[in-house]
């Protein structure tokens, strides 16, 4: 047991409060990576095996439909369903996507 002395010297509190800090990061770290994990796997059961079977960019009567200033790229899958890139989770636009190809390394939003 620490004598309130000992408590009050800053060496002790630094020590204390890294800790506590420490476990917090540990802590939201491992929250992160459970939420990725969880992400990964929805995504992984939608998307793994599916093929492409058609492309082609929203209308400008269907971006304004979503509430979007830009026409992004619309991927069609097999079973139907479909992708499309926005500019954040909030969709609040359209959104260009990057790839790895070397001759299209941009899929660009057109504008209206």
């Given at each position: 047991m620490y004598s309130k002395n000992e408590c009050s010297k800053p060496g002790l509190i630094r020590t204390v409060?890294?800790?506590i800090?420490?476990?917090k990061l540990i802590t939201m770290s491992k929250q992160k990576v459970n939420n990725n994990l969880s992400w990964e796997k929805r995504i992984t059961k939608c998307l793994v095996g599916r093929k492409i079977i058609q492309t082609r960019y929203l209308t400008i009567k269907e971006s304004e439909h979503c509430g979007f200033h830009h026409?992004?790229?619309v991927i069609i899958l097999d079973n139907g369903e479909w992708l499309m890139p926005m500019s954040d989770d909030?969709?609040?636009?359209?959104?260009?996507m990057s790839t790895s190809y070397d001759?299209?390394?941009t899929i660009p939003?057109?504008?209206?």
């Open positions: 409060i890294d800790i800090s420490e476990f026409q992004p790229l909030e969709g609040n636009d359209g959104g260009a001759e299209l390394s939003v057109m504008r209206g």
